[in-house]
């Protein structure tokens, strides 16, 4: 499973973006797909996570109500939809793949266990 992002960049407080998590050499029908997110100085966290069967969806609190995650199964892609965002959504953003099972990848991705996308850096300034 290979993962690759697109999307992210430079938005002013309150504006939006979309990233997407594209898979290539498995077929997302199981497993999930979950976005995390490192900050200079911190430690990685878990942002939002789908489950591919079920579309069941997870979310941090911080970004409930403003982050939404979604999946198109004819492109093998997910996206995270971000609202309102906020100086503090600053890090870069990864995409964790697994095709088999959710439980290696959320809340707690297990790095061996899980495919990472290259990682993108979105910026929140004015």
């Not at 079920?54 to 409930?64: E, L, P």
């Amino acid at each position: 499973l290979q993962l690759v992002q697109s999307g992210g960049g430079l938005v002013q407080p309150g504006g939006s973006l979309r990233l997407s998590c594209t898979a290539s050499g498995s077929t997302l029908y199981y497993g999930g797909v979950g976005w995390f997110r490192q900050a200079p100085g911190k430690e990685r966290e878990g942002v939002s996570c789908i489950e591919m069967d079920s579309g069941r969806t997870f979310y941090a609190d911080s970004v409930k109500g403003r982050f939404t995650i979604s999946k198109d199964n004819a492109k093998n892609t997910v996206y995270l939809q971000m609202n309102s965002l906020k100086p503090e959504d600053t890090a870069i953003y990864y995409c964790a793949g697994d095709d088999v099972t959710i439980a290696t990848l959320w809340p707690i991705p297990l790095d061996g266990e899980v495919s990472w996308g290259q990682g993108t850096q979105v910026t929140v300034s004015s």
